[in-house]
């Protein structure tokens, strides 16, 4: 479960974010919508410890700075940034270790089989593509077994057959009682996914629609109803 | 701290894999050794000659560098800067669960590598050139290593990953330290003076008792001397203190409560370093966290299509810029200009005078023949390859400003020379016009180094390109001008050498753009 109560941060004078609340249940897909600079970045890096904020932030029913929540949290940022000189196992053994997971060397190959990284495995970071370094972070938040995914524009530069599967892993993630929150301008590829929808602008979120109270409307529809047209 | 490790020794070994298969490592290493060993007979000469080939003047040494060294660091900690964390860091390691006070050391620790090669070179330094025993050299390295870097970790982690002072107090405690800094350098100009401007204040300065009693810097001075010098009551008193506050910081840096708040500054600074990094490997003169340069509005009127709309585009953008076409570099070539200009008055051969400004034009380009190129920029923008007109008119009007600002540079840098040496007209003209060949000749052959060696080689086997080429065409120059300085006469030899490098010029630019065809290719 995520749940962000009163959050607030400022950047020097401009409010990007201004009270925020949401809350997402254990097994519940929620989406982060809304147009450029409504402050769904500042949102995310929050819930992610890397900014300072006013408010609070938890995770599973813990103050999300703590060790113990970081151990069920796993973020795929927007742009992917790996370590020049790890190759995408070691990427891997590295975070199995940061996290204190034992034994995971089985999971390893089979999140490296299952997003086509098997034969990448010895590359080094600095020498995949966008898309790879995607998928080798996908993997990185996939091989903690989270309770809580906060996942920023995962399908940018993914392949169609990563998408599928990234798409695959999500249904599996709620299925197992993961919270999952997508932050995305991608609707059409969040169309199946989600359960609640929240639509940010100008620091503030304006509504919250689950997936019954949007009934069978359009996403998008639903979007641009809130946002007047924005994108 | 295991997964820390694990990256501290794969990342490490990785990348002596990678540099032991690159060809080019064993170049850097044959050169680096070479510089080194030049440094060591260089400075060896230097000690002795300005007497500090002692323990005494290795005190010394230590001292100055304790004064500056370690402030400055706590300065650049207490700003939340002067760790280096990438945006690998950021993605994977600031949301694990790793501590953040773990992660601060891991990014000091990226340093220590360096720390130790350091303390290591110091060991035949200080018995070679300061005559200090080998065990009091080999203590000097565990000192450093053990009880130097323990101290600089914890104060390292009370000001960067404090969470209970304020960012008011943090500045305060900067500006304190940089106000000790600035008091120490304005005793030494005063000193200085005091001493009929000779550096022989600098023993008893350093060696000032009261300078020993200034809380952790003046006490690891005292250290050293006790280690070096021998004991006094006073260094024994203040290495003692030394060790203590070391400890107690130490334990007040372990027991200290640090979320992560920090990862804010952090991150912007990796930001800041990430672009200074892309910035540098281009070639470009790059600061991390330097304010970016505010633009104004401005509008330009495109009086041409094709390849002349990038020469307006550099017109609008340089409108944008506070002071047009001038920068830096202006004041850089001016001060050049009246350096070499007070230097000339007194020459005993007044008829040489008219090479003097064409080699400080070609010093300078030489110097910064490494640095990009507005060109350079310009090879990096796809419109320069897809304006539909011909590679020599795009070569043109790309870099035709950058002659305008050759010859306002050569203005500024002959000028001087000029007046004290009574140079004519005609010999001010003809420097000038060698100046600016020389910068057209740096601007071409960035297009030859990137045309012939693409990405073989990495920016620096390109900037070294460039360096040979221009070392070639000033060499074409020099020669031309005692070929004729022997057969016709000196004025003969100055327009030789000014010819010699138009031509030169004229050949790398039909070179150039006929590469530069074959890159849009």
Request: charged residues 20%; hydrophobic residues 50%; contains cysteine.
């Given at each position: 479960m995520l749940t962000i109560h009163q959050l607030s941060k400022k950047f020097g004078k401009l409010l990007a974010v201004d009270r925020v609340d949401l809350s997402i249940p254990d097994g519940t897909v929620g989406i982060l919508l809304g147009p450029n600079g409504a402050g769904k970045s500042t949102v995310i890096k929050s819930i992610a410890g890397l900014l300072r904020y006013n408010g609070s932030i938890t995770i599973q029913n813990l103050p999300s700075r703590t060790v113990e929540a970081k151990k069920l949290f796993a973020?795929?940022?927007?742009?992917?940034?790996?370590?020049?000189?790890?190759?995408?196992?070691?990427?891997?053994?590295?975070?199995?270790?940061?996290?204190?997971?034992?034994?995971?060397?089985?999971?390893?190959?089979?999140?490296?089989?299952?997003?086509?990284?098997?034969?990448?495995?010895?590359?080094?970071?600095?020498?995949?593509?966008?898309?790879?370094?995607?998928?080798?972070?996908?993997?990185?938040?996939?091989?903690?077994?989270?309770?809580?995914?906060?996942?920023?524009?995962?399908?940018?530069?993914?392949?169609?057959?990563?998408?599928?599967?990234?798409?695959?892993?999500?249904?599996?993630?709620?299925?197992?009682?993961?919270?999952?929150?997508?932050?995305?301008?991608?609707?059409?590829?969040?169309?199946?996914?989600?359960?609640?929808?929240?639509?940010?602008?100008?620091?503030?979120?304006?509504?919250?629609?689950?997936?019954?109270?949007?009934?069978?409307?359009d996403i998008e529809e639903l979007f641009f109803q809130v946002t007047g047209g924005e994108e | 701290m295991e997964a820390i490790k694990y990256l501290y020794k794969t990342s490490f070994k990785n990348q002596l894999k990678k540099s032991v298969k690159k060809p080019v490592t064993v170049i850097y290493c044959i050169l680096a050794i070479a510089y080194f060993v030049w440094m060591y007979f260089i400075f060896r000469d230097m000690v002795s000659d300005i007497k500090i080939d002692s323990p005494e003047g290795l005190v010394m040494l230590f001292s100055a560098m304790a004064l500056f060294f370690l402030p400055g660091n706590l300065i650049t900690f207490a700003k939340r800067k002067g760790l280096i964390f990438r945006k690998s860091d950021i993605h994977l390691l600031f949301v694990s669960?790793?501590?953040?006070?773990?992660?601060?050391?891991?990014?000091?620790?990226?340093?220590?590598?360096?720390?130790?090669?350091?303390?290591?070179?110091?060991?035949?330094?200080?018995?070679?050139?300061?005559?200090?025993?080998?065990?009091?050299?080999?203590?000097?390295?565990?000192?450093?290593q053990v009880v130097e870097n323990t101290l600089e970790i914890s104060l390292m982690i009370i000001l960067y990953g404090n969470e209970r002072l304020s960012k008011k107090t943090l500045k305060i405690i900067g500006k304190v330290l940089l106000l000790f800094i600035v008091a120490i350098v304005i005793i030494g100009v005063y000193l200085f003076f005091e001493y009929n401007k000779s550096l022989a204040f600098v023993g008893p300065f350093l060696s000032n008792p009261y300078l020993q009693m200034v809380p952790i810097i003046g006490w690891s001075i005292a250290c050293y001397r006790l280690l070096f010098l021998g004991a006094t009551t006073l260094n024994v008193i203040c290495t003692g203190l030394y060790l203590i506050s070391t400890i107690i910081l130490f334990i007040t840096a372990y027991r200290m409560s640090c979320t992560g708040l920090y990862y804010q500054d952090a991150m912007k600074f990796a930001d800041d370093y990430e672009e200074a990094r892309i910035r540098g490997k281009k070639g470009e003169v790059a600061v991390v966290g330097g304010k970016k340069a505010k633009l104004k509005a401005a509008n330009v009127e495109y009086k041409g299509y094709y390849a002349k709309a990038i020469f307006y585009r550099q017109i609008l953008e340089y409108k944008k810029r506070r002071f047009f076409i001038f920068g830096f570099y202006n004041l850089v070539c001016l001060g050049i200009g009246i350096a070499i200009a007070f230097l000339s008055k007194d020459m005993e051969v007044r008829e040489y005078a008219l090479f003097v400004a064409a080699g400080a034009g070609a010093y300078c380009t030489f110097i910064f023949s490494g640095f990009a190129t507005k060109w350079a920029k310009e090879l990096e923008n796809p419109y320069t390859y897809l304006i539909p007109d011909s590679p020599l008119k795009k070569l043109w009007y790309a870099t035709v400003i950058e002659h305008i600002r050759s010859v306002i540079d050569g203005l500024l840098i002959v000028l001087p020379v000029a007046i004290v040496v009574r140079m004519n007209i005609v010999a001010v003209i003809l420097s000038v016009l060698c100046y600016?060949?020389?910068?057209?000749?740096?601007?071409?052959?960035?297009?030859?180094?990137?045309?012939?060696?693409?990405?073989?080689?990495?920016?620096?086997?390109?900037?070294?390109?460039?360096?040979?080429?221009?070392?070639?065409?000033?060499?074409?120059?020099?020669?031309?001008?005692?070929?004729?300085?022997?057969?016709?006469g000196i004025e003969a030899a100055f327009l030789g050498m000014i010819m010699i490098e138009v031509v030169i010029t004229a050949i790398i630019a039909v070179g150039a753009s006929i590469l530069f065809k074959k890159m849009e290719m």
């Open positions: 973020y795929v940022p927007e742009i992917p940034a790996l370590y020049d000189n790890l190759t995408v196992r070691e990427h891997l053994t590295f975070i199995c270790k940061a996290y204190g997971i034992k034994k995971e060397e089985e999971y390893i190959e089979y999140l490296l089989e299952r997003f086509d990284l098997f034969d990448k495995q010895d590359k080094l970071g600095n020498e995949l593509s966008k898309g790879m370094m995607q998928k080798v972070s996908i993997c990185c938040a996939l091989a903690i077994k989270p309770k809580v995914i906060l996942l920023d524009e995962p399908m940018v530069g993914l392949d169609p057959k990563a998408i599928k599967e990234l798409k695959d892993v999500i249904l599996e993630l709620k299925e197992d009682g993961v919270t999952v929150l997508i932050s995305t301008h991608m609707l059409e590829m969040v169309k199946e996914l989600w359960d609640v929808m929240f639509v940010m602008n100008k620091g503030k979120i304006l509504t919250t629609y689950t997936k019954e109270q949007a009934k069978h409307q | 669960p790793v501590s953040p006070k773990s992660i601060l050391v891991y990014a000091y620790l990226r340093n220590i590598i360096l720390s130790v090669v350091v303390g290591l070179a110091f060991i035949p330094i200080g018995v070679f050139w300061f005559h200090v025993p080998v065990y009091k050299m080999i203590l000097y390295f565990l000192v450093s600016v060949c020389l910068q057209a000749n740096k601007l071409y052959l960035s297009v030859l180094s990137e045309a012939l060696l693409g990405n073989t080689v990495g920016t620096v086997g390109k900037q070294w390109l460039r360096m040979i080429g221009m070392s070639i065409c000033i060499a074409a120059g020099i020669f031309a001008a005692v070929l004729f300085n022997k057969y016709v």
